[in-house]
C-alpha cells in the first residue's frame, strides 16, 4: 500500500485533480464536489472524494516541486488505480501577452531537470499533455470569463531563479509561464500508460512584477477548476 496516502481502497476516483496546496485542495472540493470527504490528511496533505455531475472525483494536494508530486502521483497510480491526473495550479506569466487572471492549458512541458531525467538516461524526452485532455478543455475554456492560452510552459526546479538570460531564452522559443510540477506528471503519466493535463492560472507576471490580489484568487482559480472538470467528464 501507499507509503504517503493514508486513503483506504477505493475511496480515491480515477480522476484526481491536484492543486499543489492542500489548502486550496480543500476549498476546490467543498465548493465544486458533492458530499466531499476527507480521504487523507497524511503529512498534513489533504485529499477528498466528492462526485461532479455524478462522476467520482477525488481532489487532492501534489506539494510543492517536481519530486514531492512525483511521490503521490506514483503512489495513486500504482496503488489506488488513478488514471486522469489533471493538474490545477498557478504560475507565472512569460510572455507578454500572457496577462495576471489568464488561464493557461499546458500542451507540453520544458524542464532542465526533474526526478525522471535518471531513468530516462540521456534523453531529452518531450513530456505533453494528453490531447483527449487538452481539446475537451479547450472547448470547455470557450465558456470561461477568463483568457485562454494553450501552448509550451517551463518547469522549474528553482523557485527564485537567479538567471533572467534562461527566462529570455524560453519566451523566445515561445514559451508561455513557467510553474514547477507539469513536465513530471507528464512524464509519470506517459510511463504508466494515463492521462495528465496541467490547466493553470496566471497569479503574477514576470515581467511587469504585478500580482494577483488574495481577494481576487478565488473567483479566478474557480475558472481554472471548472475547466479542469468539464475537460475530465464533459
Known sequence: MSIHIGAAPGDIAETVLLPGDPYRAKWAAETFLDEPKLINKVRGM????????????????????????????????????????????????????VKVRDVVLAMTASSVNTPSTGILRGVNLAPCAD??????????????????????IYSSDTFYDERPERMEQLVRHGCLAVEMEAAELYTLAARHDAHALAVLTVSDDLETGEELPSEDRERSFGDMVEIALKAAFD
Open 46 to 97: 489533504l485529499g477528498y472524494t466528492g462526485t461532479w455531475n455524478g462522476h467520482p472525483v477525488t481532489i487532492h494536494g501534489s506539494g510543492m516541486g517536481m519530486p514531492t508530486l512525483s511521490i503521490y502521483v506514483n503512489e495513486m497510480i500504482r496503488d489506488y488505480g488513478v488514471k486522469t491526473l489533471i493538474r490545477i495550479g498557478s504560475c507565472g506569466g512569460m510572455a507578454n501577452h
Open 131 to 152: 490531447w483527449g485532455l487538452l481539446n475537451a478543455a479547450a472547448q470547455a475554456a470557450k465558456d470561461s470569463a477568463s483568457p485562454i492560452h494553450i501552448g509550451g
